[in-house]
């Protein structure tokens, strides 16, 4: 900074011949060339959306006085030095956008490489170090999926293989979407002590950029390139969701006291995560914009009906709203019978992991015919939820679907009692714009369907991540890859209260010499964290 100011009183001693303004622009443009440079050399020192505002400013600025400049010169037809300088400075402004914008390449800083995987290629290594391209992309790489290329060539040459796909960015990885869903849920229980947070609040805070962002372009007019971003943007959201479920769920079932296991058995919580977490939730996206955009395009399409056929518009309204009330109670039942549904697959699958972990007891005792019949009994039961479930949705199926031939007799009926004049310009664009909301009425009742098995699946996760834990004041000894916990048949360090555990830093790897017997079965799973 102190070599600019010298560089502009060197050039206040020039004579009047040049400018103020061209001094200004000649100090500007090396102002720019060399925050530019300061930038890409120390730019992860500072935050970046100071820098992104402020190099914006610049380019603006910057972009309108050459802009001025290059009017000037073609309206008095003579090229001066003051152009020259305003095109070095808007080149100075591109090149401090550039800088304050490029993406930051992720690295791991693992230099034991303790966190390296147990399966690794010998001879070649690790060749999964790089990160997906996908972290890096501009708005026009993500807009027209051009960072796939590298990896669409790879499949062109040869068969894909683990080693040839690269890591998630940071953000997409599961550990970061657990830690920010934790945040966040921890500061809105710091925020209302009282009351419990609620899982699906949480999970929009979280994500509430990438919901908007994919709702941006959420439209059935926008076809093409447009529509596959936003699938594109809402599948990645449904998997960050799937994601932090999945390890929401886990780190939960470590910490679940002995009553909560009672109630939770093994094969529900295997049923949260396969069936709640992995299928119901991630879809929740892209049928959330589906209910928004179909409402909008349902009260254009009244607008457009009311120009066209006037107060027999309203007998159109009518039917929509005799529709909707119809469809409550079809509603209503079908997500009961889906509770139903989900509480009698828990109970199928509580009973086969019991009859599959206690094999031997049952081959010893010939009981396999009798709990076979109980399993097919819960299985029919099953079944029986099922055709219930089915049953309603084929009947919200049939009512959307006769609704838009409903809403034209109806309104044509009205036409005709009213007195409306009915011509061929009317008439195409009444029948037009029924065509327009045809697809998004008829799909309403799969939306429903989706957010009744959404509010199912989250009343499920939340009486699971809401149950007792294991309460732990005891002390916690922490300890490295050097260090030994045992010594002989001696603890090394011993914690001083009653209820204590040991948290293995830096540590994949275990290793138990000795005779591995029942004390030991239980006492292993301590280091793993799974009493803690």
Request: proline share 4%; aromatic share 12%; charged share 20%.
């Amino acid at each position: 900074m102190f070599w600019n100011l010298d560089f502009r009183r060197e050039f206040e001693k020039i004579p009047k011949l040049v400018t103020s303004s061209s001094l200004d622009a000649i100090y500007y443009s090396r102002l720019n060339i060399l925050v530019g440079l300061t930038l890409s050399l120390k730019g992860h020192h500072y935050s970046r959306a100071p820098l992104k505002i402020l190099s914006i400013f610049a380019f603006l600025f910057s972009g309108i006085t050459c802009g001025f400049s290059i009017f000037t010169t073609v309206l008095e037809k003579a090229v001066s030095i003051k152009i020259v300088l305003d095109l070095i400075s808007f080149i100075g402004s591109c090149l401090l956008v550039l800088c304050a914008y490029k993406g930051y390449q992720y690295k791991d800083n693992d230099e034991n490489g303790v966190h390296d995987p147990l399966l690794t290629v010998v001879n070649g290594g690790d060749k999964t170090n790089s990160v997906t391209p996908f972290a890096k992309a501009g708005f026009l790489s993500k807009f027209t999926f051009w960072w796939l290329n590298p990896l669409t060539v790879s499949g062109n040459e040869k068969a894909i293989e683990d080693e040839d796909i690269p890591k998630l960015r940071e953000e997409d990885r599961a550990e970061s979407c657990y830690l920010l869903y934790k945040e966040t849920h921890d500061r809105q229980k710091q925020s209302d002590p009282l009351s419990q947070p609620s899982i699906l609040k949480t999970i929009l805070l979280c994500h509430s950029k990438e919901i908007f962002v994919s709702g941006f372009f959420a439209s059935k007019s926008l076809r093409g390139t447009k529509a596959s971003s936003t699938r594109n943007t809402s599948r990645l959201v449904g998997l960050k969701i799937r994601s932090l479920l999945s390890a929401a769920i886990y780190q939960k079932q470590l910490r679940l006291s002995n009553t909560a296991k009672i109630t939770h058995s093994s094969g529900e919580i295997m049923n949260y995560v396969t069936v709640d977490a992995y299928r119901r939730v991630p879809v929740l996206v892209p049928r959330f914009h589906q209910i928004w955009t179909t409402s909008v395009q349902l009260c254009f399409a009244i607008i457009i009906l009311f120009q066209s056929v006037g107060p027999a518009t309203i007998a159109a309204m009518v039917v929509i709203i005799l529709t909707i009330l119809c469809n409550m109670p079809l509603a209503k039942l079908q997500h009961k019978f889906q509770t139903k549904l989900m509480d009698a697959q828990d109970e199928r699958l509580k009973a086969m992991l019991e009859a599959l972990v206690n094999m031997k007891v049952l081959k010893l005792y010939v009981w396999e015919k009798h709990f076979m019949k109980v399993i097919e009994k819960l299985g029919k039961i099953e079944d029986q939820w099922v055709k219930a479930v089915q049953l309603r949705k084929s009947y919200n199926s049939f009512l959307f679907w006769s609704s838009p031939v409903l809403v034209s007799a109806a309104t044509f009926g009205a036409c005709y009692v009213l007195g409306v004049e009915l011509s061929s310009s009317n008439v195409f664009t009444f029948v037009a714009t029924l065509r327009l909301v045809q697809d998004p009425v008829r799909s309403i009742p799969d939306v429903v369907g989706v957010f009744i098995q959404e509010k199912v699946a989250f009343a499920r996760l939340t009486k699971f991540l809401e149950a007792p834990e294991l309460e732990w004041a005891g002390q916690i000894i922490e300890f490295g890859l050097s260090q030994p916990i045992f010594r002989g048949t001696r603890i090394i360090q011993s914690p001083r209260s009653g209820m204590s555990g040991w948290r293995l830093k830096g540590v994949t790897r275990l290793r138990f010499a000795g005779k591995w017997g029942p004390a030991s079965r239980r006492f292993s799973p301590r280091f793993l964290g799974r009493f803690l």
